[in-house]
Nanobody, 119 residues
Framework: QVKLVESGGGLVQTGGSLRLSCTLSEGTFSIYAMHWFRQAPGKEREFVAA????????RYSDSVKGRFTISRDNAVNTVYLQMNTLKTEDTGVYYCAGGPSILSNFDTWGQGTQVIVSS
């Protein structure tokens, strides 16, 4: 049974930074690619970023490319999302998910972590 725990969200002003963390508390972390998604109020969940199991390959949505960086530390079963130059449109609940590759993810989610970017 896979259990994912996201943390690090909060309230930040536009142009600020946050670093999100997602820890896999159960399961074999290092064999999976890891993904970050977000869901803004009234909108569908959307892809943000993904990283391969070894960390050598990454993928980003166009809306965050150049501002967000995904990384992972397999020794502590954690994937990170460094978010810089935040915009109000980055507001939402951020979720992580595992997957067989950076192109697809499993439908298993944590509780998410709330990010609010104020102007």
């Amino acid at each position: 049974q896979v259990k994912l725990v996201e943390s690090g969200g909060g309230l930040v002003q536009t142009g600020g930074s946050l670093r999100l963390s997602c820890t896999l508390s159960e399961g074999t972390f290092s064999i999976y690619a890891m993904h970050w998604f977000r869901q803004a109020p009234g909108k569908e969940r959307e892809f943000v970023a993904a990283i391969s199991w070894g960390g050598s390959s990454t993928r980003y949505s166009d809306s965050v490319k150049g501002r967000f960086t995904i990384s992972r530390d397999n020794a502590v079963n954690t994937v990170y999302l460094q978010m810089n130059t935040l915009k109000t449109e980055d507001t939402g609940v951020y979720y992580c998910a595992g997957g067989p590759s950076i192109l697809s993810n499993f439908d298993t989610w944590g509780q998410g972590t709330q990010v609010i970017v104020s102007s």
